[in-house]
């Protein structure tokens, strides 16, 4: 097996463990910076490193269209690509084939109507696209994912799903999660045929499988036992995050995690898309081990950090209130910029004027902030003091 739990908490369900992969070994619960284009914006590896990153995520939607699969495999994988020794996740494309194609401008006919451009056709074999890039077309299969996957060379793989936008019917939401089945089980039969189909031959990567079913219950319990039971290496919960609520959120994982476990071995939990402080601390609860999100950097490049001295929050550094702020971000911050006395009203100034350094400095906070609130938690489970400290830490957290 791949992953070993170390410890459970006795008072919740969440626990601490050990996932193995060729490129090294991840602490669970752990959250996974997004390096969609093949980096994790404005840091370095090494960087990354410091601040405690067992594993980053790369696109394979974005690294397929550009600079192209096969070319990163010419060039020794994506590892090699980025300069990157430590485990890589790539999700399978599917949100990004969906959800780019919402943001194409609308056609606009000689008659003057204005008709949606369609740039995807799902059929029962994949999905049809166009690229946003250049608008040429490609089709995306549970197969052709798999391969592209390999091409990158990745740690773990995520299979073809639908993630459904919220809200939708359920008629639509069982279409879709009927196709994620499928393809699904198309995914892993290929998987085992191409790799380590035998025993005697150890497997260069792990394949997840998605769960889905929107905000539907019954929907949710049922995917949760279908990709259950099939053999992947872990069992990921998608189509959450996507305007739901938090409460739907975390009914959908209340749900859906008693079906995963049950039976047969035990595989790691991952929640995709998730990364406010908050959802990681709700999730580990009930049970998740693996999270991403790119709200870390997302936020950092508009200005916005999260601290926590007496109170805990986000704070807005281009506010003009930060203008003659002397002190840091946060106090006793390990952080690359409050450690080394970057004050807010620097930061402030360098956002003002459109600087990479004050960008850098507010990633690296963002990151280190989550990666360290996950090594607390870890710390805490393995202590038999995560409920305390989950509840010491949303006391005075301003949502």
């Keep these: 097996m791949s992953f070993k739990i170390l410890k459970r908490d006795k008072q919740s369900s969440a626990r601490t463990g050990i996932l193995k992969t060729i490129h090294g070994d991840i602490r669970t619960p752990v959250f996974m910076p997004v390096g969609t284009l093949g980096t994790v914006k404005t ?20 690294l397929y269209l550009r600079p192209g699969d096969k070319e990163i495999k010419k060039l020794g994988g994506l590892h090699n690509f980025i300069n990157w020794d430590r485990p890589i996740l790539t999700d399978s494309g599917g949100y990004q084939v969906f959800s780019l194609a919402k943001n194409i401008r609308p056609i606009i006919c000689s008659t003057g109507h204005i008709r949606p451009k369609n740039l995807v056709k799902i059929t029962p074999d994949g999905v049809h696209f166009q690229s946003h890039l ?18 990158l060379g990745s740690d773990i793989m995520m299979v073809l799903d639908e993630c459904t936008s919220y809200p939708c019917s359920k008629k639509y939401a069982i279409e879709a999660m009927n196709r994620t089945h499928n393809w699904a089980e198309k995914a892993i039969e290929h998987f085992h045929k191409t790799v380590g189909a035998r025993r005697a031959v150890p497997k260069k990567s792990l394949l997840f499988g998605i769960v889905q079913g ?8 049922k995917s949760a036992k279908f990709i259950s039971s099939l053999p992947f290496d872990g069992i990921a919960i998608g189509g959450v995050s996507v305007g739901e609520g938090k409460k739907e959120m975390y009914k959908v994982l209340d749900w859906t995690i008693p079906h995963i476990r049950p039976t047969g071995p035990i595989r790691p939990i991952y929640l995709m898309g998730v990364g406010t402080p908050e959802d990681l601390l709700e999730a580990v609860e009930r049970g998740v081990d693996m999270f991403d999100c790119v709200l870390p950097t997302r936020l950092a490049r508009h200005g916005t950090v999260w601290y926590y001295e007496k109170t805990g929050g986000k704070l807005n550094l281009l506010n003009s209130s ?17 450690k080394n006395g970057f004050s807010r009203a620097y930061i402030h100034h360098l956002l003002k004027e459109n600087e990479v350094l004050g960008i850098r ?9 989550l990666l360290d609130l996950m090594r607390q938690i870890r ?17 005075n957290w301003k949502i």
């Design 43 to 62: 840091t370095t590896p090494n960087e990354l490193k410091e601040l405690g990153a067992d594993i980053i995520l790369g696109n394979t939607y974005h």
């Design 214 to 221: 929107s905000t539907f219950k019954d929907l949710r319990q």
């Design 134 to 151: 250049d608008g040429s077309r490609h089709f995306f299969t549970p197969e052709k994912v798999v391969d592209i996957q390999r091409n």
């Design 322 to 338: 930060n203008k003659s702020y002397s002190g840091p971000i946060m106090k006793d911050c390990q952080c690359y910029a409050c």
């Design 379 to 395: 710390d805490n489970i393995d202590k038999g003091t995560f409920l305390k400290f989950k509840k010491e830490f949303l006391k």
């Design 361 to 369: 400095l507010t990633t690296l906070h963002n990151l280190h902030f």
